[in-house]
């Protein structure tokens, strides 16, 4: 069960935004797509120009989809969001590898469901998804892109036109949301970022 | 722009006085100087191929295919293109859908929306930008191998620590 906080009931105490930090989980997680040499990984955003160029230069090619500003648009335009999934509209076991940065945090539960059942199938048997959820949310509870740092090293940059509500989760509740996949790895690190590397089982097609 | 015309960095004017239609082939002008653009209005629908020897930007909307070559194209904020294009140095600033190749650098700005495939050098995008597409950027062979420059020793373990880890208590599994 996740509790949600909206960008207009922000915390004016909330903690500053996390420091930087080097991804290990990342570095687990793009080391196999490397290696497959055609490797094809899907970003679900939010779109940053030295992430498409960290991905986009170790990868053949390199898949962006920004459902951030797809969940934006959808919200403006209808007062319940439709069926924003639409836009991830890939064949089914196309991806060796998906990122999911962040994007969790602003769905609630319904919609995570969904989106990991949709990774679930657009990830080739064996294809890694990288999964990093905030322990507590960034001041204002805004989005932050993640920049990405050719030594791993993570920084952050606020998004303020993503204004997007923010739904905290305990490990638990995160991990039983994730069915389908095999944890491989998980890690938290001091600044309250959490990562998990998850693998799609080999025995689901 | 209706009843207006347009110039281009060099004063060429460029739109009609009225809005036009077009279809087939048109040929932008190529006995201009290198700096030379030509811009298509807004309210100009071109379907059909553009093959030219400057820049060019689209203000109007485009169906088709632009070759310019070692020039330089740029799709405005009221642009709206679909097709294929080739040149130099691309910018998309308006509605774009499908296939860009640079020689050089491509740029999506925040006011675009983007739906389609990149192959180029390298690549600008603001963030906000809106886009759903592929990125393929030239690898130069040495380049290719920088990204695995620290190779994993597993593809994906079940325990242990793994190459570039954060100083110790940094982090915890969990």
């Not at chain 1, 687990?28 to 497959?36: S, T, Y």
């Not at chain 2, 192959?119 to 040495?142: F, Q």
Request: a positive charge; aromatic letters at 6%.
């Amino acid at each position: 069960m996740a509790t949600s906080i909206t960008p207009d009931h922000r915390d004016p105490n909330a903690a500053l935004p996390p420091a930087s930090y080097t991804s290990e989980i990342l570095e687990l997680f793009l080391g196999p797509l490397i290696r497959l040499g055609d490797g094809q990984m899907l970003d679900v955003g939010p779109v940053c120009e030295e992430n498409i160029m960290f991905f986009a230069s170790r990868l053949r090619r390199h898949y962006v989809c920004d459902m951030f500003l797809r969940l934006i648009r959808e919200q403006s335009v209808a007062r319940h969001s439709r069926n924003a999934w639409r836009h991830l509209d890939y064949p089914a076991r196309f991806f060796d590898g998906i990122h999911l940065w962040d994007l969790c945090d602003h769905l609630d539960d319904k919609k995570v469901s969904q989106l990991v059942e949709l990774c679930l199938s657009m990830l080739q048997p064996g294809g890694l998804l990288m999964l990093t959820a905030f322990e507590k949310p960034s001041p204002s509870a805004r989005v932050n892109s993640f920049i990405i740092k050719p030594d791993y090293r993570m920084r952050f940059r606020v998004q303020p036109h993503l204004n997007l509500s923010w739904h905290c989760r305990h490990n638990r509740a995160l991990i039983s949301i994730l069915t389908g996949f095999s944890i491989v790895k998980s890690l938290r690190y001091r600044n309250g970022i959490r990562e998990i590397l998850l693998k799609k089982p080999l025995s689901i097609s | 722009m209706l009843g207006k015309s347009k110039k281009n960095e060099s004063g060429k004017v460029v739109s009609p006085d009225r809005p036009a239609e077009s279809k087939g082939t048109a040929f932008i002008s190529s006995s201009t100087a290198r700096e030379e653009k030509t811009i298509i209005g807004e309210h100009i629908f071109i379907e059909g191929s553009i093959r030219g020897e400057e820049n060019l930007e689209i203000e109007g909307s485009m169906k088709g295919s632009i070759d310019l070559g070692k020039h330089n194209f740029r799709v405005g904020p009221n642009g709206q293109v679909e097709g294929e294009i080739n040149a130099r140095n691309v910018s998309v600033s308006g509605e774009f859908k499908g296939n860009i190749k640079s020689h050089e650098k491509v740029e999506v700005t925040r006011e675009a929306d983007f739906y389609g495939e990149i192959k180029a050098n390298s690549i600008s995008i603001e963030d906000g930008a809106y886009i759903k597409g592929v990125i393929e950027l030239d690898r130069e062979p040495n380049r290719k191998s920088s990204g695995a420059q620290k190779p994993i020793a597993t593809a994906a373990p079940e325990t242990g620590k793994a190459p570039g880890a954060t100083s110790p208590g940094d982090k915890k599994e969990t």
